[in-house]
């Protein structure tokens, strides 16, 4: 997406400068999408480049956005079962269309108002379908990265060690409850169910074992369904009720 000349040059936004950031990514990978080499195929300094996006990551957190929004809107029909369903192959046609997407999704720490938005929904499909915030906290893990329609590997690397946590402001921390509440209601839910405890054990969290043992399970259940419905891989590609 080179600009023309000064007669000609469209104004440099950063809508301009993301989109152009994730065409090179997707001509030629990830590691080509630098500051330096995104002002060059612009057509611009860099420092020109620096009013619009503060920097790397602030790039690649804008590039995840510009992917998620590609198919966070898509109209879905039917119950919740279809609209999560409809939503996740959505996302996942969007990162084959953008190979690199994975990497850097998974590289994020930090969780943007489009993404906010985007996980809102897939957790709004469920609760709009009866399931108790409680039930659709341990739906959300156990989906992981498919939302984002992709899943993990089998054998990914050991986690780097955690970074000491900070004493957490109880003041700072309501308010950023009540924030939440009100931008993305369905994610506040959950994350309300999460903090009580499923058993009412306040300020417990998300327990990673339990997680872990919730999502195998229904996994489990689900091979035993598929195996006593006499289902094979050369028959229906979703099992029958």
């Not at 939302?147 to 402001?169: L, Q, R």
């Amino acid at each position: 997406m080179a600009r023309s000349g000064a007669a000609g040059r469209v104004p440099l936004t950063r809508e301009l400068a993301l989109r152009a950031a994730v065409e090179l990514a997707d001509e030629q990978g990830i590691e080509a999408v630098s500051m330096r080499n995104l002002a060059a195929r612009l057509g611009v300094v860099p420092m020109a480049l620096y009013k619009h996006v503060a920097n790397k990551d602030d790039l690649l957190g804008g590039m995840v956005d510009v992917v998620v929004a590609s198919h966070a809107h898509q109209p879905v029909d039917g119950g919740w079962k279809d609209a999560v369903r409809g939503r996740v192959l959505a996302a996942r046609r969007a990162l084959l269309a953008h190979p690199w997407a994975r990497q850097v999704i998974e590289s994020r720490t930090t969780r943007t108002p489009t993404v906010l938005a985007y996980m809102d929904a897939v957790a709004g499909a469920f609760i709009a379908g009866g399931f108790s915030a409680d039930l659709t906290h341990h739906v959300m893990h156990a989906l992981g990265h498919r939302i984002w329609g992709f899943s993990p590997e089998a054998f990914d690397g050991p986690a780097p060690p955690a970074a000491p946590v900070a004493p957490v402001d109880p003041v700072a921390a309501a308010e950023t409850m009540r924030h939440l509440a009100r931008a993305y209601p369905h994610i506040a839910a959950i994350t309300q169910a999460a903090t009580d405890g499923d058993d009412g054990r306040a300020g417990q969290g998300c327990d990673e074992q339990f997680e872990f043992e919730f999502t195998l399970d229904l996994l489990l259940d689900a091979f035993e369904r598929l195996h006593e419905s006499g289902w094979t891989s050369g028959g229906s590609s979703r099992p029958a009720p």
